[in-house]
């Protein structure tokens, strides 16, 4: 059983203006998502700058958000990192703290064979007793995992699930779902791809897109689930301009500007990133207002 269907979003982390995490903010975001209809939420991923908080910083942001959430959808701790060893003490961490499952990146920088993956998951995976779902976003991480690694760790590692796809590369996705069989939990991690990754049989989207319009990416999902695909297709569609808004500069830059025009106190970023330009946050704020979300 898939550890969620539909919209996860991953969610962003609010701070303070000194930058420290902001935890009344949070638990707003929090309650708003799961109140519009999101399926879960991922903790601590690439839009939580989760690899500029201390160890200490990001597992009480788990801890928080399992606290908050309550059981009411299912709670996915980001807790990959280039370092296996750490990798494994933030996934044990995180199922102490409760979460659901465990989102976990491809090495960065050091990067690694899809020998050293497939060792490298697996570690990950024997150390805890959740689900673990792989991470491949190569454009970050400069590291691929091939469909036939994802195949070889979810079939012989009993805990590894899934894998949030965001390569974009449509040819690889579908290579993977072939050669899958059904053995391979696929969530798309681009927002734009999200219907065609349900046509070959994803399970759902960990998106930045549901920050903002999580009943929208939810319904995105649901209208295909419910057989409705053409009308699934056409708000995919009608999302494009925001999605290419929210992804102008850097993620999260985008999404926490668009969480305050929003009303949200999402709050600054940590260093090394920066205010969004004037000139792309007017678009996004523009886009926010075509796609129906109230702005401030």
């Not at 000139?279 to 979300?293: P, R, S």
């Amino acid at each position: 059983m898939a550890v969620f269907t539909g919209a996860g979003v991953a969610i962003a982390t609010p701070f303070h203006a000194d930058g420290s995490v902001n935890y009344e903010e949070f638990r707003k975001l929090i309650n708003y998502q799961v109140e519009n209809g999101t399926d879960a939420i991922i903790v601590m991923g690439t839009t939580g700058e989760a690899s500029t908080l201390s160890h200490e910083e990001h597992i009480e942001a788990i801890r928080f958000c399992v606290e908050v959430v309550n059981k009411r959808i299912p709670v996915v701790a980001g807790t990959g990192s280039n370092c296996t060893e750490t990798a494994i003490y933030l996934s044990q961490e995180a199922e102490k703290a409760g979460a659901d499952a465990v989102l976990t990146v491809t090495p960065y920088y050091n990067k690694a064979t899809q020998k050293g993956l497939y060792a490298h998951f697996k570690a990950i995976a024997d150390s805890i007793h959740i689900p673990v779902i792989l991470y491949n976003v190569p454009s970050r991480t400069g590291c691929n995992i091939l469909p036939e690694t994802v195949v070889k760790l979810c079939t012989e590692v009993e805990n590894i699930v899934g894998i949030k796809e965001a390569s974009g590369n449509i040819a690889q996705v579908t290579k993977l779902f072939a050669l899958a069989k059904g053995k391979v939990d696929v969530y798309s991690g681009n927002d734009d791809q999200v219907v065609p990754l349900l046509a070959l049989g994803g399970k759902g989207v960990i998106s930045v897109l549901s920050n903002v319009a999580p009943r929208e990416t939810h319904d995105i999902c649901q209208l295909f689930f419910d057989g409705k695909v053409k009308e699934s297709a056409e708000l995919q569609l009608r999302a494009l301009p925001l999605i290419d808004a929210l992804f102008s500069e850097v993620n999260p830059i985008p999404v926490k500007k668009a969480l305050a025009f929003a009303g949200f106190a999402a709050g600054p970023m940590r260093m090394p990133l920066t205010e969004m330009e004037e000139g792309h946050a007017a678009v996004l704020k523009q886009e926010m207002i075509n796609f129906g979300i109230k702005v401030q």
